[in-house]
């Protein structure tokens, strides 16, 4: 399928240029503009991305403004202070990026269009929260982007561990994206087939996941290509109308008996956002890490003010 259409990308540093590189690379979109703070840093990763694609595809690639992002089927926000090794929880940079979040907001909502708004700056659900608040948009059309990248590594670990290849596990995490994420191994298959682990298992594996990001963190100082790739998967569900589930940070309406937070929830998407959120049935011990998680979300929010 012959890619159409704009997609505009705030913040292009490692995360936000690597995203931009994936997308252009699949030829998702006509357009693809780069708009970052360091006008420079737009300028060059546009310049390298477009030769990188010169024998692919005809996508256009190039650094421009807020009024360049009119008409953007899709609005990615990665700017913001990332989480560093000193770092315990992504929490840490709440105060730093609601700043950020809030003149992002302002600019985004005065884009003409309807566009969908793909949060990545963390911490995420607090952030996708406040972009929704900010901006005004209906909550269908603001999506953060972390639950696919922690069902991934989920995924990973599981396929280590029991020797399979990756694509023969299905696994999830919803909930928080940080220190209350919940890998739902009441749905883990293996080869399609239902998988018990006992409890000593769950553990570590729950522990060996808590670490994953802050291990690459701690070696080669940021999380790259996991969260790009997994973001341009959810670029490509939408832009598609794929209609399919993914675990996405959406704004809950009463959904799981909450309101007032974003956290991460199967979602089926399509071209206009989040077409459904989609109610698992979880056992006691998801039930009660989700809605702390909740908890630790809205604890958040209200901590930084809406």
């Known amino acids: 399928m012959r890619g159409a259409g704009k997609v505009s990308i705030i913040g292009v540093g490692n995360l936000g240029s690597c995203i931009a ?33 010169a024998f692919r595809n005809n996508t256009k690639v190039y650094a421009g403004d807020y ?30 990026n609601k700043k950020i979040i809030s003149d992002i907001a302002k600019n985004i909502g005065k884009v003409r269009g309807k566009p969908i708004v793909i949060t990545l700056t963390n911490p995420v659900d607090v952030m996708n929260y406040l972009l929704w608040k900010y901006t005004g ?34 696994a999830y995490v919803i ?12 749905k883990v298959m293996i080869k ?11 553990s570590g594996i729950r522990e060996e996941l808590m670490q994953s990001a802050l291990m690459v963190i701690l070696k080669k100082g940021a ?34 008996g909450l ?16 077409e459904k959120i989609v109610e698992w049935d979880l056992d006691e011990y998801e039930r009660k890490i989700f809605y702390s998680g909740a908890d630790s979300i809205r604890r958040a929010i209200e901590s930084v003010g809406e």
């Open 175 to 186: 909930g928080e994206h940080g220190e209350e994420q919940v890998p739902v191994f009441s």
């Open 259 to 274: 309101t007032g937070v974003s956290i991460g929830v199967p979602v089926i998407l399509g071209r206009g956002g989040v």
């Open 67 to 96: 009024s360049d992002a009119d008409d953007s089927q899709i609005i990615v926000v990665s700017a913001g202070k990332p989480r560093t090794p000193e770092m315990k929880s992504r929490v840490e940079l709440l105060e730093a």
């Open 223 to 256: 999380t790259v290509y996991a969260p790009a790739n997994n973001t341009v998967n959810i670029i490509e569900a939408i832009l598609r109308d794929e209609r399919k589930t993914y675990i996405c940070s959406a704004i809950l309406n009463g959904e799981y």
């Open 192 to 202: 399609n087939r239902r998988v018990e682990l006992a409890e000593y298992e769950k």
């Open 21 to 53: 590189y994936e997308l252009a690379n699949r030829g998702l979109v006509d357009e693809i503009v780069l708009i970052d703070v360091i006008r420079d840093l737009a300028e060059g990763n546009a310049a390298d991305i477009g030769q990188a694609i």
């Open 137 to 170: 948009f209906p909550k269908e059309r603001v999506i953060g982007s972390a639950g696919m990248l922690d069902s991934a590594r989920f995924r990973y670990i599981l396929s280590r561990r029991y020797n399979v290849p990756v694509l023969d596990v299905e």
